[in-house]
T-cell receptor, first 114, second 112 residues
Framework: NAGVIQTPRHKVTGKGQEATLWCEPI?????VFWYRQTIVQGLEFLTY????????DSGMPKERFSAQMPNQSHSTLKIQSTQPQDSAVYLC????????????FGPGTRLTVL | QQKVQQSPESLIVPEGGMASLNCTSS?????YFWWYRQHSGKSPKMLM?????GEKEEGRFTVHLNKASLHTSLHIRDSQPSDSALYLC????????????FGGGTRLTVRP
């Protein structure tokens, strides 16, 4: 079991560019979550999918962030027109199901916007 | 909006000592509390979870929960330098989905 896989591990973009982050959940897990972590804001929920369907995106900044899960083996988080305040570690997690199941976190993607 | 508060922000204990960390939620509908540990440069890994009143022990780690006060605590006995990390408390509410709401964390340092 390789755990949750995230690529790339590090990404540097210029202000205004687009960034796409990838996540491969643990095989057999039906719930996939995206969080981001900064020193100032801590660890914040962004969005999650259950059986590939978007369930809750209440943490997503509405205008520039979008997430998809086209199949059960990967999810993407896309940030358009990146801004310096988007710099953070973006963490993907998966769990067997939702509600009371442990969430396993991937290693994260460190996004730096110059 | 649900908030999770952790205290203290930082804690230093000697090797072999007891570390006690606290966490309180403002959401009366919380179903589960989770304790995650995050070593520097790594991702969070779950230590323990609790959903019913009382106490749960796993090795050197003990978690308490008081649902009436929405307060949970994590106690680490015989602390080791390898326990030095950021400890994150999270809460989830099944009616609001499975997302975790995290507190700001307690940074534990165990001095040899």
């Amino acid at each position: 079991n390789a755990g949750v896989i995230q690529t790339p591990r590090h990404k540097v973009t210029g202000k205004g560019q687009e960034a796409t982050l990838w996540c491969e959940p643990i095989s057999g897990h039906s719930a996939v979550f995206w969080y981001r972590q900064t020193i100032v804001q801590g660890l914040e929920f962004l969005t999650y999918f259950r059986n590939q369907a978007p369930i809750d995106d209440s943490g997503m900044p509405k205008e520039r962030f979008s997430a998809q899960m086209p199949n059960q083996s990967h999810s993407t988080l896309k940030i358009q027109s990146t801004q310096p305040q988007d710099s953070a570690v973006y963490l993907c997690a998966s769990s067997l199901d939702w509600g009371g199941y442990e969430q396993y976190f991937g290693p994260g993607t460190r996004l730096t916007v110059l | 909006q649900q908030k999770v508060q952790q205290s203290p922000e930082s804690l230093i204990v000697p090797e072999g000592g007891m570390a006690s960390l606290n966490c309180t939620s403002s959401d009366r509908n919380v179903d589960y509390f989770w304790w995650y540990r995050q070593h520097s440069g790594k991702s969070p890994k779950m230590l323990m979870s609790i959903f019913s009143n009382g106490e749960k022990e796993e090795g050197r780690f003990t978690v308490h929960l008081n649902k009436a006060s929405l307060h949970t605590s994590l106690h680490i006995r015989d602390s080791q330098p390898s326990d030095s990390a950021l400890y994150l408390c999270a809460a989830s509410n099944n009616n609001a989905g499975a997302k975790l709401t995290f507190g700001g964390g307690t940074r534990l340092t165990v001095r040899p």
